[in-house]
């Protein structure tokens, strides 16, 4: 069967088709995949404006569209190309009353869609939440017209599903998971350890109370005048000032979960220049699984305070020391809950998803911590392209979900609403 995913949760516009064989242990193939990011134009503004993401979106999700048909070699143009009202059968209203919210999208729908002939597609899935609503009612609301001039089904899929199973599809082959698994989701907007029991199966064990760990690292480059989305930026920064202790003999880079850091860069070896900096590892040894990254961010600000206080310059170099230290903290506090975690439920799987999973100092501290005390825990990683949004992991959750309604568990939603707070264990 062939899969449409639609995903437009945040300040990216992606389209992909997948198709699956029907199995238990489906292996899925990547048809046609398509992200149009909007990062250059909310790079300007330093974060994501909801309306201004809904109007990309709206833009954008046609030509998106087509030219993920076109990948998949599903593109197929209608040769005898008739207004909407007479496609769909059921008169213009229905497009225009799904469309209502979305004005510019609708004059476009209008314009493209009747050229565009049914593609060879079983059903289509879209993000419904969680996320920004406006954003999301654009793929939502693209995907139920879709629906309708097409009369394949509609289901709704959680954003954060999709992270969840983000790593089982690589570009070789579908990776099978040894249950109970754990899922550490870590992007701008979430932060979140989800025991997952089974596929469609899941217990949220704990979350941040402020800031999401990626929202924090844009928030701390910020601070330092680096573009948006800050991550790689500090991921950068923190990379060459431990090449530089490295250099200078520091000591390498291991461990963590500790409150003094085994990273260099903080108490181990005293840095070459500037003041040493000391970040908290906020939540470290509380007693449950939430985390905080606010006090973090703050300590941060404190910080750059405090060297330019009488005038003094924030130096290159002691940015990186910063960034050094921040990426330092945040992963010590990410390694400590989840492998509490890991050993109170037996996990057997840990499954890393998000944005910030493409970080390559938090992959390496938690493969370096499993090679060395846990063997027998396999730690799934997605590949570059599914760790940021994307819809590919959108058609696999939606595969599932598809499934399930298909074998009687549930049924097809008859209509059903972007939900921008909607939990994955509800
Ligand atoms: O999952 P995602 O694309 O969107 C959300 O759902 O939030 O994640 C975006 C977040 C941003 O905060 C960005 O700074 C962060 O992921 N990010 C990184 C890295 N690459 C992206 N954070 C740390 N290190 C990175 N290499
Ligand atoms: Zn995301």
Not at 316 to 323: F, L, N, V, Y
């Amino acid at each position: 069967m062939n899969i449409l995913s639609i995903e437009t949760s945040c300040d990216e516009t992606a389209i992909s088709i997948v198709s699956a064989n029907n199995t238990d242990n489906p292996d899925f193939k990547i048809l046609g995949n398509t992200v149009a990011t909007q990062i250059e134009l909310h790079a300007q503004y330093g974060g994501v404006f909801p309306m201004m993401a809904k109007r990309e979106h709206s833009k954008n999700i046609i030509p998106v569209l087509i030219e993920t048909l076109k990948k998949a070699n599903l593109y197929v143009e209608e040769p005898h190309p008739r207004p909407l009202s007479i496609n769909n059968g059921e008169g213009q209203s229905s497009i225009q009353e799904i469309l209502t919210r979305e004005p510019e999208l609708l004059v476009l729908c209008k314009e493209y869609l009747p050229h565009i002939g049914k593609p060879d597609v079983d059903v289509i899935v879209v993000t419904s939440g969680p996320g920004l609503e406006p954003a999301l009612w654009v793929g939502v609301n693209f995907a139920k017209v879709l629906g309708t001039l097409w009369g394949i089904p509609v289901v709704p899929v959680n954003h954060m599903e999709g992270h969840i199973m983000s790593p089982i599809l690589t570009t070789e082959s579908t990776i099978n998971v040894a249950f109970p698994a754990l899922a550490l989701l870590i992007s701008g907007g979430h932060t979140e350890l989800v025991l997952v029991n089974n596929w469609m199966d899941y217990n949220k064990i704990g979350q941040t109370r402020d800031d999401a760990v990626g929202e924090a690292f844009d928030k701390v480059a910020r601070m330092m005048d680096l573009p948006y989305p800050g991550g790689p930026q500090i991921s950068k920064l923190a990379e060459e000032w431990r090449n530089l202790l490295l250099n200078q003999g520091g000591v390498p880079v291991g461990g963590g979960g500790n409150e003094i850091s085994h990273h260099p860069g903080l108490t181990t070896t005293p840095p070459p220049q500037g003041g040493e900096i000391r970040l908290p590892r906020p939540m470290l040894h509380s007693n449950d699984y939430d985390f905080s990254f606010s006090g973090l961010k703050t300590a941060v600000l404190y910080a750059i305070q405090d060297i330019k206080k009488d005038g003094g310059v924030l130096t290159d170099e002691t940015k990186k020391q910063i960034a050094c230290e921040f990426e330092n903290a945040a992963t010590d506090v990410l390694l400590a809950k989840t492998f509490r975690a890991i050993n109170e439920y037996g996990v057997q799987t840990l499954l890393i998803g998000g944005g910030v999973a493409a970080n390559k100092f938090i992959k390496k501290s938690f493969t370096e911590k499993q090679t060395a005390e846990y063997p027998d825990l396999k730690i799934l990683l997605p590949e570059k392209d599914l760790s940021t949004d994307n819809a590919l992991m959108i058609a696999i959750a939606g595969y599932y979900r598809y499934q399930n309604i298909m074998a009687g568990n549930k049924k097809f939603p008859l209509d059903f609403a972007a939900n921008g707070n909607w939990g994955v264990d509800s």
